[in-house]
């Protein structure tokens, strides 16, 4: 890890060298033009597939790269990582291909699928180990371990190597617009730990000045906006860790200090889960693109940005490793993002009829109830139930909450982001 006494700068040679170095292992991933979203934002929306990658990240290019550079006698103790899941297969994919025994920390939250992802790729190579309720517990786990027995810390941002790794994305970019006869107006960078985003950053100062710099952050894990704001790495009290693969309660000191040297060029913005959630969807459903929260990031980051007509416009797709058990609550998410989806306590009063009467009197033609129920008598007279009503157009909710307020029957809204809300909802 990373203090503020040992920085040394990025520079764009040392990640043209960090290229050479990985390129025999590493192939280039596609940068494919995005016609839906260049119509939707009047820009050139081109898509930097890491998706695409051996282990459906680009969390590989910095894993591979700092363990490449280790000693033999460190590549011979073993390696130790923490991470959301997309670090941990770069790591178990470097130490399978080079032979080192590496033991790999991972959070509860992480999905099924990116843990049995890291056990094929690292084989038996690998130790796999379950700790803590965030990236940032399974990281002071992992840390512990290494010390105790003398292994080399592999650490997902907060490393130069790891940083200087991740920046190849960049130069890959660059490259391939300039094939392209295309000159990169703006780059748009998903961010959790800011490893991505400095490497990218320290590229493009050097090789690409004009170009501007966007980095997206979940609202619900905003740490680099935090820092930013303090001066310094600080730790947030919580995340939502849905967006798993950027949900970071401390954004990296390393990747910071990058961070902080370019700010003028870079504009932070942050993204709402159920926004990321629309956003995976759509490119699932029209480019055909499964991308993990982390990885619709940089489209959902897109909204609201003020970019010059017309120019070339490049989001990174950081990551492909999502859990098709997932996408409930993504549908959720996304329904509850656009208003199209709401939930009501409803109490209803004893009688006969009044079920009917809050579907023909209440709810417009075209509402449905997706969710309905029943809780229990309150008393003789009443009794609560929890509906959720799917609308067809979020303008239907005002006329809805009308009809309730007219009604005998006696309706609540529950708002999202409240604790009553995340209780009687998601528990």
Do not use: W
Request: aromatic share 6%.
């Amino acid at each position: 890890m990373s203090t503020a006494t040992d920085f040394q700068p990025v520079h764009a040679a040392d990640i043209q060298a960090a290229q050479a170095r990985i390129s025999s292992v590493i192939d280039p991933t596609p940068l494919q033009y995005c016609p839906r979203l260049s119509e939707q934002h009047g820009v050139e929306v081109y898509l930097k597939r890491e998706d695409l990658q051996d282990v459906r990240s680009y969390k590989i290019r910095g894993a591979y790269y700092n363990i490449a550079n280790l000693s033999d006698a460190e590549k011979a103790a073993g390696v130790v990582a923490a991470s959301a899941g997309n670090h941990a297969q770069g790591v178990a994919y470097a130490c399978r291909a080079m032979g080192i025994a590496g033991k790999i920390f991972v959070p509860k939250p992480t999905p099924k699928q990116k843990r049995d992802r890291i056990r094929v790729h690292g084989g038996e190579a690998i130790e796999l180990v379950v700790a803590g309720n965030t990236f940032d517990e399974a990281a002071e786990a992992a840390r512990e371990d290494a010390a105790a027995r003398g292994a080399t810390m592999v650490e997902p941002f907060d490393a130069r190597n790891t940083v200087i790794g991740q920046g190849t994305v960049a130069a890959e970019v660059l490259s391939q617009l300039t094939v392209l006869g295309r000159e990169l107006g703006t780059v748009v960078v998903p961010v959790g730990g800011a490893g991505l985003l400095a490497g990218v950053a320290s590229y493009l100062a050097d090789m690409s000045p004009r170009a501007s710099i966007v980095g997206v952050e979940p609202k619900g894990a905003a740490s680099l906006a935090a820092a930013v704001e303090a001066g310094g790495p600080v730790t947030l009290e919580k995340v939502d860790p849905f967006v798993d693969g950027a949900a970071v309660k401390r954004v990296g000191e390393f990747p910071y200090r990058v961070v902080d040297k370019n700010l003028s060029r870079i504009h932070l913005v942050t993204a709402d889960e159920g926004a990321v959630s629309t956003e995976m969807l759509g490119l699932y459903q029209n480019e055909g693109i499964i991308a993990e929260p982390a990885g619709a990031l940089s489209i959902a980051g897109l909204n609201g940005l003020s970019l010059e007509a017309g120019s070339t416009v490049v989001c990174i797709i950081s990551g492909g490793n999502n859990d098709v058990l997932r996408y409930a609550e993504i549908m959720e998410r996304s329904l509850v993002h656009r208003g199209l989806k709401h939930y009501f306590l409803v109490n209803f009063p004893q009688e006969p009829g009044q079920l009917r009467a809050f579907l023909t009197d209440i709810l417009g033609p075209d509402d449905d109830i997706a969710l309905f129920e029943y809780f229990k008598k309150n008393n003789r007279e009443t009794g609560t139930a929890l509906v959720g009503v799917e609308l067809t157009r979020a303008s239907d909710l005002d006329p809805l909450i009308e009809r309730m307020d007219a009604s005998p029957i006696e309706c609540r809204r529950l708002m999202p982001g409240t604790q009553e809300y995340e209780f009687i909802v998601s528990g």
